[in-house]
């Protein structure tokens, strides 16, 4: 076994470690568990570590000294000379001569072994050598040595890259190295599939990261049947996570250029439906609305939102946007009619007690069509593109003078579609025109004070400093003029109603410094003509 290349390794350096082989009835089967590979590191890990000094060595242990140095390897460790010699004798007669030792490097070594000088490497011997006509050595980076005892006829039959590699060796060569091997555990496991006749049974027992790392070695031996195996597991079995997931789609993607059949497990993350995403969305956001059942409504409207967020902060593609936007905007407009309709329902005389199709209660389908144009409303806002909307609220009049003529209790829910567009422009989340935010206050900045009182006590995602920011911010937004009439007439209706009024004191203070305190352009104004008058 000269060609083997650990001649120069196991000269003082290497140290062979049986592991119980096991031989199933379908034949060599040569798969080491992971704790053989860690129980191996760890004692080559404690071997490295410095003992603690001893006292002087007994008169016996002078007398050793004397001995040859490849008897004294030997005697080192008496509890594994068994092992080790059965390891050498394992390595038979191919290699006669890994095991001597050159009487001319004895006086060049120092006459005591340190602990520094001990084994580095370990070797690990796998197979069935009394049967095997060939032997793969795999060099590991982390000083891993493992022998497969194996079959030619075995590998050149599943395995196209041992097959290239046998047929550029000579006749006679009984001994392939593959060095620098990632993942020696998984190699040995990969070969030791060539001998399973039902791999799909043995790859049950593995996990998904397993899998893949027996699909990424079975790729570089060309073993397309136990490719063939790993991804029907993968098709098969569940991905816990998004990052396993992850991991199984670029695996199964490096393949898809090899004509290796991998559409059965893609299949599961794309759809082969040229169906746009238009309509199904446009299904999501019509059941959601349909709902008449309250906790799952909620919840599904969480989810839809949640999700739609991560679409926004993941999504690149303006026209996916573009799609979505135009749903939710049709989406809209029904409800915005929808509750048109029911308000002229609920200011007929005597309607407190109608009940609609539907039947249930106006009063109650109005609470549920604001609460769907309110999550509407949230989900163009976090995806800024609520600007249209608010044009389209500033313009229900008719909605707004039926808001007068219902009782409160029936309408105040509307009122929160009016808060959260205040807030919206506030916090800069959407911009609309000039003309556009003094239609806004005009028409339903009344409305909302006289709601007010009741959107504090009957909504418990109500939050009062938060919109009376809001309000304060838009009004300041207008041209002075227009501030102060808001202003004059807010603080009218603030002085009879306290608490039940949004208090814009804050608001108030900004306006009153710039109406009496720093009129900036009056100051400007007479600055530049004081200045052209010097220059006359």
Not at 280 to 300: C, D, F, K, P
């Amino acid at each position: 076994m000269a060609e083997i290349r650990l001649t120069r390794v196991e000269q003082g350096k290497t140290k062979i470690r049986n592991v119980p082989i096991a031989v199933t009835p379908e034949g060599f089967w040569c798969c080491p568990s992971p704790v053989v590979f860690q129980k191996t590191l760890k004692a080559q890990n404690s071997m490295h570590k410095p003992k603690p000094s001893s006292p002087p060595p007994p008169r016996e242990a002078a007398q050793r000294k004397q001995t040859p140095l490849s008897e004294k390897k030997l005697a080192f460790t008496p509890s594994r000379s068994a092992s080790i010699s059965d390891g050498l004798r394992g390595v038979g007669p191919e290699a006669p001569d890994a095991p001597v030792v050159s009487a001319s490097i004895v006086p060049e070594r120092v006459p005591k072994p340190k602990v520094e000088n001990l084994p580095r490497k370990v070797a690990i011997e796998f197979g069935e050598p009394g049967t095997s006509d060939m032997k793969v050595v795999l060099l590991g980076k982390k000083g891993f040595c493992v022998k497969l005892s194996v079959h030619k006829n075995v590998l050149v039959e599943h395995s196209n890259f041992f097959a290239d590699k046998l047929s550029e060796q000579q006749s006679g060569s009984t001994c392939l190295n593959i060095e620098d091997c990632d993942d020696v555990e998984i190699y040995v496991e990969t070969v030791g599939l060539m001998y399973c006749k039902d791999m799909r049974q043995r790859l049950m027992k593995q996990s998904v990261s397993c899998v893949l790392r027996i699909l990424k070695i079975a790729e570089l031996l060309g073993f397309n049947s136990c490719m063939q195996s790993c991804l029907e597991y993968l098709e098969a079995v569940p991905w816990v996570g998004d990052e396993e997931e992850e991991k199984v789609v670029s695996s199964v993607l490096r393949l898809q250029s090899e004509g290796i059949g991998v559409t059965p497990v893609l299949k599961r993350v794309s759809s082969g439906i040229s169906k746009p995403q238009k309509d199904t969305l446009s299904h999501i956001i019509g059941l959601v609305l349909a709902s008449n059942e309250e906790r799952g409504r909620r919840e599904m409207k969480s989810i839809v939102l949640k999700l739609l967020k991560e679409n926004n902060s993941a999504s690149s593609s303006q026209g996916s946007s573009n799609v979505c936007n135009e749903t939710l905007y049709n989406s809209c407009r029904s409800c915005l009619n929808l509750l048109l309709s029911l308000f002229k329902q609920a200011a007929e005389p005597e309607s407190s007690d109608k009940t609609s199709n539907n039947k249930e209660p106006v009063v109650k389908q109005i609470d549920l069509a604001a609460d769907n144009v309110s999550w509407l409303l949230e989900i163009l806002a976090d995806k800024q593109a609520a600007d249209e909307f608010a044009v389209m609220w500033a313009s229900q009049q008719e909605l707004a003078a039926l808001h007068t003529k219902l009782p409160i209790v029936s309408r105040f829910h509307v009122s929160r579609i009016t808060a959260r567009l205040f807030v919206g422009i506030g916090r800069g989340e959407l911009l609309p025109s000039k003309d556009t935010r003094q239609l806004l206050l005009q028409t339903w900045l009344q409305p909302l004070i006289n709601d007010y009182n009741w959107l504090q006590h009957g909504c418990r995602s109500f939050d009062r400093k938060i919109v009376e920011e809001g309000i304060g911010r838009t009004i300041l937004t207008l041209p002075l003029e227009e501030q102060q009439s808001i202003m004059l007439s807010w603080l009218g209706s603030f002085l009879k109603a306290g608490d039940s009024c949004p208090n814009l004191q804050r608001a108030f203070e900004v306006w009153w410094r710039r109406t009496f305190v720093r009129p900036y352009v009056e100051r400007q104004c007479s600055s530049v003509q004081s200045d052209s008058s010097l220059t006359s």
